[in-house]
């Protein structure tokens, strides 16, 4: 059994007003950078026998220290990721396949694709959406959202249109897993299509609409750092989490 990840850390931070060319994923929390957190969860999962990292040109060394100082023996390769985030998990998923072609691993049964500013996830999460990413085809991760949502009205943005019903509601999160065939196949035909969409799962529901994504329920830890408020909460969120560790 192989399963791979890929985590997508290529974030610039702009809501997180850090200035040019600074990445919210080497910001630390309990000491550690952000990325440090993402990557050693997947390198204690059980499920996980390589990382693939997309990045910025500029940051691939830092990342190869980190991983070296670390001694995180999983990861594979640090690339350069793309324009938008898409383009990294194309990447990513090409130099899986070169790996492949050059027997240098097996083609893995499932691809994780995750955010490197999702620190908090935990490796017995990532092995159970790994499973279920195998025996389903397809597992997304999702919260059920705490306030009401509503749409901004079509004639005046500047109003409240229609309240969505909140039990019907999910958060969508990463890591998100399919079958690696399935998500391989759904970029290669989004690149001839020139196709952009939100997260990895869309493309999986556009070209295979007959697959169904099973849905695994995630706590409220799971948190992508994002804004400055997200450092002060990543703290206490690490706290609890080391705690329970």
Known sequence: MQSVAIIAAGGLGKRMKLGSGLSKQMLEIGGY???????????????????????????????????????FRKVRAIIEGGRERQDSIRNAIERIEADV????????????????????????????????????????????????????SRDNPEVFGETLQ?????????????????LVDAHHRAVADNCYATDDAALVERYFPDQQIRIYEMGYHNIKITTPEDLGIGEAIYKTVARNA
Do not use: N, W
């Open 33 to 71: 950078p952000v990325i440090h957190h993402t990557l050693s969860a997947f390198e204690r999962a059980r499920s996980i026998t390589g990382i693939y990292v997309a990045t910025k040109q500029d940051s691939i060394e830092t990342l190869e220290q980190l991983c070296d100082t670390a001694g």
């Open 166 to 182: 909140r039990s019907m509601l999910l958060q969508v999160q990463t890591p998100q897993g399919f079958s690696a065939g399935m």
């Open 101 to 152: 072609a050059k027997g240098s691993i097996v083609m893995p049964e499932a691809i994780l694709v995750h955010d490197g500013a999702r620190p908090f996830i935990q490796p017995e999460e990532v092995d159970q959406i790994e499973e279920l990413s195998r025996s389903c085809g397809a597992c997304v991760p999702a919260t059920k959202p705490k306030d009401t949502i509503k749409y901004i």
